[in-house]
């Protein structure tokens, strides 16, 4: 099992599992991300987001997705894994822990002082798994989202 940082070539493999990622979260409709997106968000030249791939003889088991975000009180920054997606079939076969490990390892050797996602609470399988790791949930943050007309109106 192998962890690298994903190519241009892997785009229909993140965007696969993105939607299989949305399908297991029942908010398959909500996914309007096409290649063009995923080319100029994580592999142009000025992309924020990146990408790693997990894979066993050439055959793609899971991915992370993650960007930089900022800690003004840390004066650090950290890393934030937007999503994390081993295949079914490979779960609990270490897929899923091998690319976390690759993260943790990306943000020691960036000088990271933190590293931050979100689990759904329902999610119970994801949520024993993180807990086994030793992560911890931030239960005192609320997260606050805008979209569509409300962040069109904010900007406005």
Not at 66 to 76: A, D, L
Not at 78 to 105: H, M, N, Q, S, T
Request: net charge negative.
């Amino acid at each position: 099992m192998v962890v690298r940082k994903a190519v241009i070539e892997d785009t229909d493999t993140i965007l696969r599992f993105v939607r299989d990622l949305a399908i297991y979260e029942k908010a398959e409709h909500e996914v309007l991300t096409t290649p063009e997106h995923v080319h100029r968000t994580i592999f142009s030249t000025d992309a924020t987001a990146h990408a790693l791939v997990c894979e066993q003889d050439g055959v793609a088991l899971g991915m992370a997705v993650y960007f930089f975000n900022y800690s003004t009180w840390q004066g650090r920054n950290g890393i934030y894994l937007e999503d994390l997606y081993v295949d079914p079939a490979a779960r609990g076969k270490g897929a899923g822990k091998a690319l976390l490990k690759a993260l943790a390892r990306i943000a020691v050797e960036k000088d990271c002082g933190r590293f931050e996602w979100s689990c759904l609470d329902w999610n119970t399988p994801s949520l024993e798994f993180y807990d086994s790791l030793g992560a911890l949930p931030q239960k005192e943050w609320i997260r606050y989202r805008l979209t569509g007309q409300a962040l069109l109106d904010l900007a406005a």
